[in-house]
């Protein structure tokens, strides 16, 4: 089993900087990948940024250059560093950890706010 906990959402200001984190706890193997989703209201739910173990990096094209996206093996940790925000990027993160081929596992989500 595998948990997962966010942290470091809130509300920012247009243009604004914000750092999310998630931990991971349970059994997690060298070959799971780590990433972030987001879901805006009224919205599916639509992949930010992923990486591998080994840190190779897929972004949305809407972040791209803006998100960055780092992983720490040796704790179990994931980051997001997000710069440039705008209101689109309103939305509750959820941290994700897949596991080949197709096991999904997802966090409780944090709220992101861009607003003036």
Do not use: H
Not at 20 to 28: R, V
Request: glycine share 10%; proline share 3%; net charge positive.
């Amino acid at each position: 089993q595998v948990q997962l906990v966010e942290s470091g959402g809130g509300l920012v200001q247009p243009g604004g900087s914000l750092r999310l984190s998630c931990a991971a706890s349970g059994t997690i193997f060298s070959a799971d990948a780590m990433g972030w989703y987001r879901q805006a209201p009224g919205k599916q739910r639509e992949l930010v940024a992923t990486i591998t173990s080994l840190g190779s990096t897929n972004y949305a094209d809407s972040v791209k250059g803006r998100f960055t996206i780092s992983r720490d093996n040796a704790q179990n940790t994931v980051s997001l560093q997000m710069n440039s925000l705008k209101p689109e990027d309103t939305a509750v993160y959820y941290c994700n950890l897949q596991r080949w081929p197709s096991r999904m596992y997802w966090g409780q989500g944090t709220q992101v706010t861009v607003s003036s």
